[in-house]
């Protein structure tokens, strides 16, 4: 089984300043991991994957998440936001070998950027 | 870009009633999924389909929960006698080979009145 930890509920932050959003993962077996981002009142929009390969992965909207596996963590981060980054963003890991790739999430970060 | 797309975008139902919920995946996946999101809490996963058949399902789908994909486009998920507690977002997904993401469609917001 696996688990994903968000440790920060919400990130406030100022325009043009740098943001990164925590996830840690828990898991018995190799797993893909994710982050999606869900803007008021939408569904979920893949910003960015890790599936095998470089650690470093580079996604939508100028964010870049890093995989860790000897800390399991998977931190999406963005090196310069805008107002419109405001949203939620959630971290996913599915496990693969047998599994049939159901996402398990994390509780989401609320990321407010301020002007 | 193609894209999975959900009917309808807000439902309200009295409790007890039985309710659909509607999903059109993308054409050529193979792999189909509901989630739900209750109001402040995380995305939580329901169930999976693949060939036809549940794969995969979580302990939030109990007997009042089914799914189907009855002309091979649409996916539903009715849920028979609903309770004040299915009021949440539900969120259809799909997906195409197995380590591919998936994709998510805007959701249907389910309210029991």
């Known amino acids: 089984a696996q688990s994903v930890t968000q440790l920060d509920s919400q990130v406030p932050v100022f325009e043009e300043a740098p943001v990164e959003l925590r996830c840690n993962y828990s898991s018995s077996v190799s797993v893909y991991l994710f982050w999606y981002v869900q803007y008021p009142n939408q569904g979920l929009q893949l910003l960015l994957k890790?599936?095998?390969?470089?650690?470093l992965v580079k996604g939508i909207n100028g964010f870049e998440a890093e995989f860790n596996k000897s800390q399991t963590s998977f931190h999406l981060r963005k090196p310069s936001v805008h107002i419109s980054d405001t949203a939620e963003y959630f971290c996913a890991v599915s496990g693969y070998g047998g599994s049939q790739g159901n996402l398990i999430f994390g509780k989401g970060t609320k990321l407010s950027v301020k002007p | 870009e193609p894209e999975v797309t959900q009917t309808p975008s807000h439902q309200v139902t009295q409790m007890g009633q039985e309710v659909i919920l509607r999903c059109v995946p993308i054409s050529n996946h193979l792999y189909f999924y509901w989630y739900r999101q209750i109001l402040g809490q995380k995305v939580e996963f329901l169930v999976s389909?693949?060939?036809?058949?549940?794969?995969?399902k979580s302990e939030i789908f109990d007997d009042q929960f089914s799914v189907e994909r009855p002309d091979g486009s649409n996916f539903t998920l009715k849920i028979r006698s609903t309770k004040l507690e299915d009021s949440a977002m539900y969120f259809c997904a799909s997906r195409g080979r197995i380590n591919q993401p998936q994709h998510f469609g805007d959701g249907t917001r389910l309210s029991i009145l």
């Open positions: 389909f693949y060939n036809n058949e549940i794969s995969e």
């Open positions: 890790y599936l095998s390969g470089s650690t």
